[in-house]
T-cell receptor, first 112, second 116 residues
Framework: LAKTTQPISMDSYEGQEVNITCSHN???????ITWYQQFPSQGPRFIIQ???TKVTNEVASLFIPADRKSSTLSLPRVSLSDTAVYYC?????????????FGKGTRLSVIA | EPEVTQTPSHQVTQMGQEVILRCVPI?????FYWYRQILGQKVEFLVS????????KSEIFDDQFSVERPDGSNFTLKIRSTKLEDSAMYFC??????????????FGQGTRLTVV
């Protein structure tokens, strides 16, 4: 499994765009990049998944450069409720037998 | 929206006692997992379960732990003789048949286990 590196913490004001970058230098050809969000005392929640270029959904965007050695989760106009830990995971998606491996994640604090 | 349900939400037990944590995964899902998270630490993989057997387990999942899917809907984690260090949030998760390379894992709200 590819190792991932992300900042331990980030602070942002409400209404700002937040970009969290994850490094995954050893990503394999079959690996996808997936981001999860975890609020205190809750289970992780899937945010977005991608393989290359850009993916956007109603919650976030995911930017993946051509070399795929990093990815950036972009949260537009964050609010206080976006305060959470964000995890970047890398792995082959089409096998449920491969368990998700969580790192320490990035603790995002949104302040008014 | 479908969800993974875990019971109880909080369990307090004495050291050395057996506990069973229960999970009801999403009904048509195929892959089931248990994770734990010690307070302030990262989410750690314990075990994965597919086709009625364990498919992978971590070093944490020793002989004190066991999993079962007794009736096709429930998925349980048993800890035979709890230790203080077993105190943690335990999360159950499930994944359906991968579609379009999307293997979104659905996590339950967790069971907070406190061993005293």
């Amino acid at each position: 499994l590819a190792k991932t590196t992300q900042p331990i913490s980030m602070d942002s004001y409400e209404g700002q765009e937040v970009n969290i970058t994850c490094s995954h230098n050893n990503i394999a050809t079959n690996d996808y990049i997936t981001w999860y969000q975890q609020f205190p005392s809750q289970g992780p929640r899937f945010i977005i998944q991608g393989y290359k270029t850009k993916v956007t959904n109603e919650v976030a965007s995911l930017f993946i450069p051509a070399d795929r050695k990093s990815s950036t989760l972009s949260l537009p106009r964050v609010s206080l409720s976006d305060t959470a830990v964000y995890y970047c995971l890398v792995g082959a998606p089409n096998s449920g037998n491969t368990p998700l491996v969580f790192g320490k994640g990035t603790r995002l604090s949104v302040i008014a | 929206e479908p969800e993974v349900t875990q019971t109880p939400s909080h369990q307090v037990t004495q050291m050395g006692q057996e506990v069973i944590l229960r999970c009801v995964p999403i009904s048509n899902h195929l892959y089931f997992y248990w994770y734990r998270q010690i307070l302030g630490q990262k989410v750690e993989f314990l075990v994965s379960f597919y086709n009625n057997e364990i498919s992978e387990k971590s070093e944490i999942f020793d002989d004190q732990f066991s999993v079962e899917r007794p009736d096709g809907s429930n998925f349980t984690l048993k800890i035979r003789s709890t230790k203080l260090e077993d105190s943690a949030m335990y999360f159950c998760a499930s994944i359906g048949r991968p579609q379009n390379f999307n293997t979104e894992a659905f996590f339950g709200q967790g069971t907070r286990l406190t061993v005293v």
